[in-house]
């Protein structure tokens, strides 16, 4: 069995070491920029029932019903769902193309899409930046940025067909949540199911979407913790790494599962002690914050009129900078969990498998 507390008690001295040993407020700086971009710091209806209610609520005032006609409508078979869900679903692209946003409406999309692509391949190279900056005591970029190519655009790859694949899964248990509900007529006013038949639907399809995120998260530790440290050590790809993780761990069975439980109980842990420390820098960055607003406005109200604007416009761009420029001091003060977890997650490799302790080369 590993002896966790060697782990903990390894990785918090090289944390010190890392970030503390000595200290230096531009390694901080550059390291945090790292890890922010790895993404290991802390730190958008369709109504049918609105549509539905309506409609009827103009037909009733539009023509007064005789009881022929209501006997014909009677006899009308009804509209099974998935054609009344496909219907609601054709009005609503039809109204979205007739108001005219139709095209900014994609261009948005596509934009957002772009860059979201974007930051998704940065942040697959920047992993393995990450990684090695940890490893060697090191707070560089521009040579692990080059040298981790091929593997950084492997996890890229994996990490777009591995988002894709959730979203198919994520969007095929939602639409047939909603085809369910609307066959047992939640959406329709004059059937008024009750609560629990409701909830008898629903808990099956969130059963499963509980059952498809445990199953990425598993995935997930996989990849982030283990996988990416063979990658870096052995130069290969995703799913060539991935099969040694599973064979490693598939062996180490009891301490896999002591290593989650026991991450998951510092990340708890970590997760309240940067809140505190959130909290604390936050209040006691307010009084000076609303001292230096107050005499900004008292000097605003005493300038001549002409040249307001112009400093307005000055102490807004001030304003914006030093606000990013906080934020991004408040994502630094996270960078020692990041460092933590970092290492604690190549020591723990490095015990079940002496080839990956890559603190050894």
């Known amino acids: 069995m590993v002896k966790f507390d060697e ?20 390694k901080w700086l550059i390291l945090g920029f790292v890890a922010l971009m790895a993404g290991a710091l802390m730190g958008g209806n369709l109504n049918l029932r609105s549509g539905s209610r309506d409609y009827r609520v103009k037909e009733t005032k539009t023509e007064e019903l005789s009881p022929q006609k209501s006997i014909e409508k009677s006899k009308t078979p009804a509209v ?71 593997i950084g655009n492997s996890f890229f790859q994996f990490n777009i067909l591995f988002l894709l694949i959730f979203a198919i899964v994520f969007g095929l248990i939602i639409f047939g949540c909603i085809l369910a509900l609307i066959k047992i007529g939640a959406f329709n006013q004059q059937v008024s199911p009750d609560f629990l ?61 002591l290593y989650v439980l026991i991450k998951w109980g510092l990340a708890i842990c970590s997760s309240i002690i940067y809140g505190v420390m959130y909290f604390v820098t936050f209040f006691g960055l307010l009084f000076p914050a609303v001292t230096s607003a107050s005499f900004l406005y008292f000097i605003y109200r005493t300038i001549p009129k002409n040249i307001q604007s112009v400093f307005l416009m000055v102490i807004v761009v001030m304003a914006i900078s030093i606000l990013i420029f906080l934020w991004y001091c408040f994502a630094c003060m996270s960078l020692p969990f990041a460092v933590f977890f970092r290492t604690f997650s190549v020591k723990f490799l490095g015990r079940l498998d002496n080839r990956y302790d890559l603190f050894k080369y």
Do not use: C, Q
Not at 117 to 145: C, M, T
Not at 237 to 242: D, N, S, V
């Open 7 to 26: 782990i903990i008690s390894g990785s918090l001295e090289w944390t010190v070491t890392v970030l503390f040993r000595p200290f230096s407020p531009k």
């Open 80 to 150: 099974p769902a998935k054609v009344r869900l496909k219907n609601a679903i054709k009005s609503y692209l039809r109204d979205m193309r007739g108001s005219g946003f139709t095209g900014i409406f994609i261009g948005v999309v596509f934009i957002l899409f772009i860059i979201l692509i974007i930051f998704i391949w940065l942040g697959a190279r920047f992993h393995f930046i990450f990684l090695e900056d940890v490893i060697k005591n090191d707070a560089s970029i521009v040579l692990p940025f080059k040298s981790n190519k091929g």
């Open 197 to 257: 038949k409701i909830l008898s639907v629903i808990l099956p399809f969130t059963l499963l979407l509980i059952l498809a995120i445990l199953i990425s998260v598993f995935i997930f530790i996989i990849v982030e913790d283990f996988a990416l440290i063979i990658m870096l050590k052995d130069r290969i790809k995703i799913t060539a790494a991935i099969k040694k993780a599973m064979a490693i761990l598939g062996a180490n069975k009891a301490n896999f599962l």
